[in-house]
């Protein structure tokens, strides 16, 4: 990188630690409801992730989603730009888990994570990643041959992402407008240029947290989600790739 870009990336880190800092974000807690069981459940189940798989989830935070993957068997690692935000995971965490956790840019992480994953997720992570084309390739360069990236972002065909931001305390569109960015050709793009093949893209969900939480709302909203052409806005969508297990020829 050239130092501009090395400037800017800075100035990106900086205004996203500052964001994630200066005011606790109570969404980001672990809290094991309905709406974040079944997001969960479902990245799960888009990846192919199995008890026993190591499993990195990036831009882990508070471990929101980190804790509920270590209850489903997976020995998984967390790394985070925010040193504040792994110490409250590791006290939401406990004694119940052991989670590694890693304070790096996922640009620079560790170098001992290169080819050791199963699997590197994330839950509303890249909408806040300065580079994707170059995020992605360094994600590339910790999964084993054969290994999945998963990823769960908003979709910025749903027009209430953006009342979201401007309603809701704590929320800006300098820390979260990147979500302009989550459209399949260009997360597809980025994918394919770090050499990750099979890229494939799913969505779903209707309800917000609190209608979705009631008991009866989940059978609901599947059906909702079967109505094609409510397809193109549903909320949350899913892009996943696979790295090869050899390299691609020249």
Not at 39 to 46: D, G, I
Not at 77 to 99: C, I, K, M, Q
Not at 191 to 202: D, I
Request: hydrophobic content about 40%.
């Amino acid at each position: 990188m050239g130092s501009l870009s090395h400037e800017r990336i800075e100035a990106h880190n900086r205004a996203q630690r500052r964001y994630f800092e200066e005011n606790e974000k109570r969404r980001m807690r672990p809290s094991g409801s309905p709406y974040v069981e079944r997001q969960v459940n479902e990245l799960v189940r888009f990846a192919g992730l199995q008890a026993g798989e190591r499993v990195l989830d990036v831009g882990c935070g508070m471990g929101r989603y980190t804790l509920p993957l270590a209850e489903r068997g997976l020995v998984v690692e967390g790394l985070d730009l925010t040193p504040t935000l792994l110490d409250r995971l590791h006290e939401f965490a406990g004694d119940r888990f052991d989670v590694p956790l890693h304070a790096a840019d996922v640009l620079e992480p560790p170098a001992d994570l290169v080819d050791a994953f199963d699997a590197v997720v994330g839950f509303f992570t890249l909408h806040h990643l300065h580079d994707l084309d170059a995020s992605f390739a360094s994600m590339a360069r910790l999964l084993k041959p054969g290994g999945r990236i998963a990823f769960l972002e908003p979709n910025p065909y749903n027009p209430l992402y953006y009342v979201q931001i401007a309603a809701t305390p704590g929320q800006t569109w300098e820390g979260d407008g990147g979500l302009v960015r989550m459209r399949r050709s260009l997360v597809f793009a980025a994918l394919a240029q770090a050499g990750l093949r099979g890229c494939r893209l799913e969505r779903f969900g209707f309800f917000p947290p609190f209608v979705a939480n009631v008991r009866a709302a989940g059978r609901v909203e599947q059906a909702l989600e079967r109505v094609r052409p409510l397809g193109p806005v549903l909320p949350f969508q899913l892009f996943g790739a696979t790295r090869p297990d050899e390299p691609a020829e020249a």
